[in-house]
């Protein structure tokens, strides 16, 4: 099992993972040494464990990876915005028939995602056939997310639990390509083709 880069400023969160992130081990003996023969003046070559956990430390490769995106983060996350943006001038001009998915308050997300809410019922299709055709176009949506509380194991534990906020979005929406490459006349192309689809 492979990790990630966690950050916090909580000092006590902060020491637990430490702990955590590599199977639970510590240098040095335990307070009481339960190690026998360990000899004087080598005990920090000597671990123990008094949590047990997994690895999830990265590997070199993938650390200096990271160190060099980190580097382009405010690049990536502005572009993001800004093909965002884009989405949603050109899509709020059809709301409420069709209503991008927005930030509330005072944040600021790293969008990796550009979902749309659409009524396709309003537009007489479905979402599969709008999926299907854009997919013809070279143009690959997806869903996000199925309701966990339909996932199998959960239907198995709570049976009778519903949640029909969380099915009404479902039912509705649809995520829009956008990651680095993109460019805003490939958004321009992308809402051409999907209010192509909904609108024949």
């Not at 026998?36 to 490769?61: M, Q, T, W």
């Not at 944040?107 to 007489?124: E, R």
């Not at 997919?135 to 194991?153: D, F, M, R, S």
Request: proline residues 6%.
């Amino acid at each position: 099992m492979r990790g990630g880069a966690v950050t916090t400023n909580d000092e006590l969160l902060s020491e637990r993972l430490r702990l955590l992130r590599n199977h639970g081990m510590q240098r040095g003996l335990p307070e009481k040494n339960s190690v026998e023969g360990a000899p004087v003046g080598f005990e920090k070559l000597f671990y123990h464990i008094d949590e047990p956990s997994l690895n999830f430390r990265l590997s070199d490769i993938s650390c200096a990876l990271g160190i060099s995106q980190l580097q382009k983060l405010n690049r990536f996350l502005d572009k993001r915005e800004l093909l965002k943006k884009r989405y949603e001038s050109i899509l709020d001009t059809y709301n409420p028939y069709i209503i991008p998915v927005k930030c509330r308050g005072q944040v600021s997300p790293a969008w990796h995602l550009s979902p749309v809410q659409i009524d396709y019922v309003h537009f007489g299709t479905t979402r599969d056939r709008v999926m299907s055709t854009l997919a013809e176009l070279g143009i690959y949506t997806q869903v996000h997310y199925y309701p966990v509380h339909k996932q199998p194991y959960y239907r198995r534990e709570c049976s009778k639990t519903e949640l029909p906020g969380a099915q009404a979005y479902y039912a509705k929406t649809l995520s829009l390509p956008l990651h680095y490459a993109l460019d805003i006349t490939d958004v321009d192309y992308i809402c051409e083709k999907l209010l192509g689809c909904l609108m024949r």
